[in-house]
Structures are given as structure tokens and as C-alpha cells.
């Protein structure tokens, strides 16, 4: 079993509709979680950072940790064509000499938003 | 934001070549560089991890002698692949952890890539 999920999609949606990316995970370890965007052939950049359980808001992105649940979410409003790219979970444990600032990462869902 | 420079962006050669990747920090100083690979529609796995001035450590199954990491500087790191094959064909991505960065994961910045074809 890996140790992060992702469905790799793809997804299509219109302009203006809510995108729902989800991740699961196994590791009970992982504290931090975070959301990238990566252009086809580009490096992931980061959208969203959150530590531990809990909610966290960024203009239009929203993402959720459910530590119980071992599940965490990225929610787009209003989507738009620039929107479009593969989105990444990704997640990490506490601090620990060796794998610190190591990321352990989800296949990634292509999102395409048409206009 | 901070610039994680990665060269060459995509390289094409024959098998039994070596091949140099380079991953410079532009504007801040990396003490910990990874190095990760992907293939079509996977996830980014990390190969191996090297911190300024010491030997890489490697992932399971990742080969040492295949796969040469050099981090001399606190603003270069390289990854060689040494006497290619078709099968390292991937896409190879490098990230810098910025010094005193401590727990914030914020401060790791990716490289735009390296897309390695092996004929």
C-alpha cells in the first residue's frame, strides 16, 4: 500500500464550478500537509500549507485536514482555464535529523478547467 | 520568491552515457538538496537526499554508483547518471531546503525539471 493516495483523474470541469482534490494516507506520522500545482514538465509549486488538523483559506483555495480520518482536501471556487495543471499532495512528518523537510507525495490529479 | 535554477531542462542521449544535472539555489543557500524522479502519471519519488559538504543518502532500491550526488556548495548540487539506459528515461526534479529554514516545509523550492531521454 503506498503511503500516500491520489486519484490521478483526470478531471474536467467548467469555468466557475467548485473542484474537490482529495488525498488519502496511511502514515498516522504526518503532521504536515501541503498542496502543489505543477505545470505539465515544470517543477510543483507550492498552493497550500497546512500543519496538523484543521481548515486553512487562501482567496479562492481552500484546503482541510482530517487527521482522524487520515483524509485531506483541496476546494478551487470559481475555477478558472489557468486553474488547469496537476495538482500534488503532499505530506511530511515531524522533524527527525534524516527526514527533515523530506516530502512524501500523491500521484497528482490532472485537473483541466474549460472555459 | 526564492529561485531554484535546474539545467539542463531536457536532454536526449544514447545509451551508456553519462549524463550531469545541475541544481543551483539563486538567491539563498541550500543546506539540504533532494532529488526526486517521476514517471508518466506517478507521483514524485524521492531518490536521495544530500546535505552540503556530506555524503548522499539514498532511498531503497536507488543505486549509489548509478546515480553520482554532489553537493560542494551550500548553491550547487549535481546529479549524475552515469552509463544511461532507456530505463532511467524519467523526469528529474531537485529541491533546496533553505538554510534556517528549521520546520518550515514553506521553504522547500523546486526546480523546473530535467526531462532525460535514453535511446
Known amino acids: 500500500q503506498k503511503e500516500v493516495e491520489q486519484d490521478p483523474g483526470p478531471l474536467s470541469v467548467p469555468e466557475g464550478a467548485i473542484v474537490s482534490l482529495n488525498c488519502t494516507y496511511s502514515n498516522s506520522a504526518f503532521q504536515y500537509f501541503m498542496w502543489y500545482r505543477q505545470y505539465s514538465r515544470k517543477g510543483p509549486e507550492l498552493l497550500m500549507y497546512?500543519?496538523?488538523?484543521g481548515n486553512k483559506e487562501d482567496g479562492r483555495f481552500t484546503a482541510q485536514v482530517d487527521k482522524s480520518s487520515k483524509y485531506i482536501s483541496l476546494f478551487i471556487r470559481d475555477s478558472q482555464p489557468s486553474d488547469s495543471a496537476t495538482y500534488l499532495c503532499a505530506m511530511s512528518v515531524r522533524d527527525r535529523g534524516s527526514t527533515l523537510g523530506r516530502l512524501y507525495f500523491g500521484r497528482g490529479t490532472q485537473l483541466t478547467v474549460w472555459p | 520568491g526564492a529561485v531554484v535554477s535546474q539545467h539542463p531542462s531536457r536532454v536526449i542521449c544514447k545509451s551508456g552515457t553519462s549524463v550531469k544535472i545541475e541544481c543551483r539555489s539563486l538567491?539563498?543557500?541550500?543546506?539540504?538538496m533532494f532529488w526526486y524522479r517521476q514517471f508518466p502519471k506517478q507521483s514524485l519519488m524521492l531518490m536521495a537526499t544530500s546535505n552540503e559538504g556530506s555524503k548522499a543518502t539514498y532511498e531503497q532500491g536507488v543505486e549509489k554508483d548509478k546515480f553520482l550526488i554532489n553537493h560542494a556548495s551550500l548553491t550547487l548540487s549535481t546529479l549524475t547518471v552515469t552509463s544511461a539506459h532507456p530505463e532511467d528515461s524519467s523526469f528529474y526534479i531537485c529541491s533546496a531546503r533553505e538554510r534556517g529554514a528549521d520546520r518550515d516545509r514553506r521553504k522547500l523550492f523546486f526546480g523546473s525539471g530535467t526531462q532525460l531521454s535514453v535511446l
Open positions: 497546512t500543519y496538523s488538523s
Open positions: 538567491d539563498f543557500q541550500a543546506t539540504t
